[in-house]
């Protein structure tokens, strides 16, 4: 009876540790820039391999032997491919292609293709990754190889496709869809069609149709091999999970060892010279649970995929000691230095690292990825280069029993150069000059380990209060888990000025770079806590108009295609828009700092976007807003209130920069647009979507910026208004953006809440977007844009507008200025 209530008693109390952890989406390990990302996606730390926040696999990989028997606790065995046919990301194979409808029997082997053109793969639009150029609707690729041995296990067609595809092995249907992927995938190709492959002869062809957007194929074949037999690593037992603003937090039972494991990106937003330091530390704190002493050894791996666009590329690699530090470095050998840009790409220049302090028990190697079980035992013959390698550190940490040793091992990665702006390549801010040494970073990192550690906890408890503060304690996990995401979606470095810019990378979305309508739904969380960083999003923009290289009497979209900052590469303007969202922006950046400065730095810009928005933004045309995945709108009433709070944003600086002139006038222009937008959006019990089409609703969150800046344009009943009509049409997961779908951003309904004037209704908004957080299905970065119905993802991932969820804090923070 008594062994059955401590049974019960330590069920019930492992139940309550996972009832205390933290849900996410996923799970931020390794945070610093858009190619600097690593993400656990799974619950379990052990369950599944980590990734970088595009999907792909960069594997860390943690185990820990106690007394002879082997528990890993961080990472797991991806999908290991053998290649049979290369892809275009391996070798640029040549095959036959035309743009022209082919006749009948293209598919088959015996078809006559010698009046095709030759290329090289990949095909498509982005000339910075394909070698063959394709801007057509159609394109029919023909590829022949043979297959020196037909003695193979599962088979998949490795393929990248934008948009329709049709593929065809020997003349048999091996994959067909309506859409785009545009990333590799490994589809199942059936016994069936296996069985007819030749030594000799066959043919690989594929169809693909370009109908919006980017255009790409490219395809190989590649093996599954058995899986190894014989592994005798358990799993360790995962207690829970935590997550803060810095840190996420793993506790695990391995046999007769408490392990816990410490994650911290130390993204100090008042701190810049560690913010921009791309070092990352991993704590393993380990102590005894029953009271004995046990033999510890420690192992951490690292994938050289971290450093490589695709797990296909060369790799050169170096173990050495430097200034107390025993150190792994990998690259690729290629090091295209910002040669690639796009959105679904990891960088592959560079290097990454992995440190630990030196000692006697350190042994470090590399090997291939393999067998788990084999990594303790450190090859003597270290691999110098190859594909897909692993940086291996065993640490023998001796007898541990009830005091707790503490191993900490560093993560770093030093790009070179980071951006190219307006054609200079920039540098990273932590080493502008160019002198400094990324061994230097890491001794440094190390040196402070714990003095940061302090500031992190700081920096942690600060977010975590001032969102208790805001809005409760759901919307604060809301703040903590959006922290890390947010900033490691931009680059920090210096223009050739001198000038700061935080450069966000669109994510998921089209890879744009300083995308104006990007920056300002992130724009609460730095406008809160760092203002003059908040500057360095802004601030490439206004030197692109004021240059002279982008001569619109509005900002542009984007300053080009991430890395590459030479000039907007979105195909359509968003005049409106953006001209709003600058202005709006930069009387917050004054209302934050408390005086116009910064205004003063961009007036006469400011005046040609205040004088455009009072002719064109009451009633805007025909065009796109922010919410470009929704379609053109005219007449678009959330956008019209945007111009017009961004006028009063006008005032406001006009008035503080003693120009009374300016601020009368635009102040009447404002005020004027006020009356007839009410009258216009009117409808009923609530205002519209577009002044034409009543019936209509949408989310006014724009509204807020009226509210936050204490402009006091737009009367209260407006606010009322809608609060109380969009508490009618929630769902399961959050406030649908319009009435045109069910599908939302989550970032917009935070700033909707806002306008709500008590906090009932501000957490009746707020409590869908936490259900969604923590019980959506999509495992990936958190998606700002998805569906209320049932909380799964539509599209976007790992954005930095997740740094909107701050609006609330923004609020408070400004509510004495």
């Not at 088959?108 to 639009?125: L, N, R, T």
């Not at 194929?217 to 207690?239: F, H, M, R, S, W």
Request: proline fraction near 4%; charged fraction near 20%.
């Amino acid at each position: 009876m008594k062994k059955l209530f401590v049974l019960c008693f330590l069920i019930v109390n492992c139940w309550l540790g996972f009832a205390q952890s933290s849900k996410a989406p996923a799970y931020p390990l390794i945070t610093h820039d858009p190619y600097f990302s690593i993400w656990s996606t799974t619950d379990e730390l052990a369950a599944s391999p980590t990734k970088h926040w595009t999907g792909a696999d960069q594997s860390l990989i943690g185990m820990i032997k106690v007394d002879g028997e082997t528990y890993r606790f961080l990472g797991n065995v991806g999908k290991m491919y053998k290649t049979i046919l290369p892809a275009g990301d391996e070798v640029n194979y040549e095959a036959a292609y035309t743009e022209d409808q082919p006749a009948e029997g293209w598919i088959s082997a015996g078809f006559d293709d010698s009046q095709w053109k030759k290329g090289k793969a990949p095909f498509g639009d982005n000339l910075s990754v394909v070698k063959t150029k394709w801007l057509s609707k159609n394109i029919w690729m023909r590829r022949k190889f043979a297959v020196g041995d037909l003695n193979l296990n599962n088979l998949f067609l490795k393929l990248s496709h934008d948009d329709d595809v049709e593929a065809y092995l020997n003349g048999d249907l091996v994959y067909k869809r309506v859409g785009w992927t545009n990333k590799y995938i490994y589809l199942p190709i059936s016994d069936d069609i296996k069985s007819k492959l030749r030594k000799d002869d066959n043919i690989l062809a594929i169809h693909v149709i370009n109908n919006v957007g980017g255009a790409m194929l490219d395809a190989g074949i590649v093996e599954e091999p058995k899986a190894a037999t014989g592994n005798t690593v358990q799993t360790a037992i995962q207690n829970s999970v935590q997550l803060n603003a810095t840190q996420t937090i793993y506790d695990f039972t391995c046999g007769k060892v408490n392990l816990s494991l410490t994650f911290t990106s130390p993204l100090l937003i008042n701190n810049l010279a560690i913010l921009a330091r791309p070092v990352s530390y991993i704590s393993a704190k380990i102590k005894s649970t029953d009271g004995a002493s046990h033999d510890v050894q420690l192992y951490f791996g690292a994938s050289t995929d971290i450093a490589a666009n695709t797990p296909t590329q060369a790799m050169t690699t170096q173990q050495y000691t430097s200034r107390g530090l025993s150190i792994l470095k990998a690259g690729t050998v290629e090091q295209p230095i910002l040669q690639k840009k796009g959105d679904d790409l990891r960088i592959d220049w560079g290097y990454m690292y992995v440190a630990v302090p030196s000692a006697a028990g350190v042994k470090q190697s590399v090997t291939e990825d393999g067998d788990a079980s084999k990594l303790f035992m450190p090859s003597a013959n270290n691999l110098k280069g190859g594909k897909h390698l692993l940086l291996g550190t065993v640490v023998s940490l001796g007898k541990i029993g009830t005091t707790v040793k503490e191993q900490l091992i560093l993560m770093g990665y030093d790009d070179l150069y980071s951006i190219q702006y307006f054609k200079t390549n920039l540098r990273p801010y932590w080493n502008q000059s160019g002198t400094v040494k990324f061994e230097q970073e890491l001794t440094q990192a190390a040196a402070d380990y714990k003095a940061t550690i302090k500031k992190c906890e700081v920096i942690n408890k600060m977010i975590h209060d001032d969102a208790v503060k805001a809005g409760g304690e759901e919307y604060a996990k809301l703040c903590e888990l959006a922290y890390r995401q947010s900033i490691a979606a931009h680059k920090l470095v210096k223009s050739p000025k001198g000038e700061l810019l935080l450069l966000s990378k669109e994510n998921f979305s089209n890879g744009s770079i300083n995308t104006v309508d990007v920056t300002y739904p992130s724009a609460p969380l730095y406008l809160a806590y760092n203002p003059q960083l908040f500057e360095g999003m802004l601030n490439g923009i206004f030197y692109y108009s004021e240059s002279g290289k982008w001569a619109k009497p509005y900002p542009s979209h984007d300053l080009g295609t991430y890395p590459i900052a030479n000039g907007q590469t979105y195909g359509e303007d968003m005049p409106v828009e953006e001209c709003g969202n600058m202005m709006a922006l930069t009387a917050a950046v004054c209302k934050a700092e408390g005086n116009v400065n910064y205004a003063k730095k961009h007036w006469k810009t400011l005046a040609i976007w205040a004088d455009y928005l009072s002719k064109e933004g009451l009633d805007p045309a025909l065009q796109l807003c922010t919410d470009d995945f929704a379609g053109h709108l005219a007449r678009n009433a959330n956008l019209s209130m945007k111009a017009i709070v961004a006028l009063g944003g006008y005032v406001q600086m006009a008035e503080k920069a003693g120009e009374q002139q300016t601020a009368a006038k635009y102040r009447s222009i404002t005020k004027d647009m006020v009356k007839k937008w009410m009258a216009m959006a009117e409808d009923g019990d609530h205002y519209s979507l577009t002044f034409n089409d009543k019936g209509t609703w949408s989310q006014k969150y724009n509204l807020v910026w009226d509210k936050v800046l204490k402009l006091n344009y737009f009367p209260k009943e407006v606010y009322e208004k809608e609060i109380k009509y969009y508490l009618t049409k929630q769902n399961e997961f959050g406030l649908p953006l319009d009435s045109r779908k069910t599908y939302t951003k989550s970032d917009w309904i935070i700033w909707t809440s806002v306008l709500a004037d008590n906090q009932k209704d501000f957490t009746a908004l707020v409590a869908p977007v936490y259900k969604y957080a923590t019980q959506t299905t999509s495992r990936v970065p958190i998606s700002d844009w998805h569906e209320t119905t049932d909380g799964k993802m539509v599209g976007f991932q790992a954005r930095s507008v997740v740094g909107g969820y701050f609006m609330k804090v923004l609020e408070m923070k400004l509510k004495n200025k």
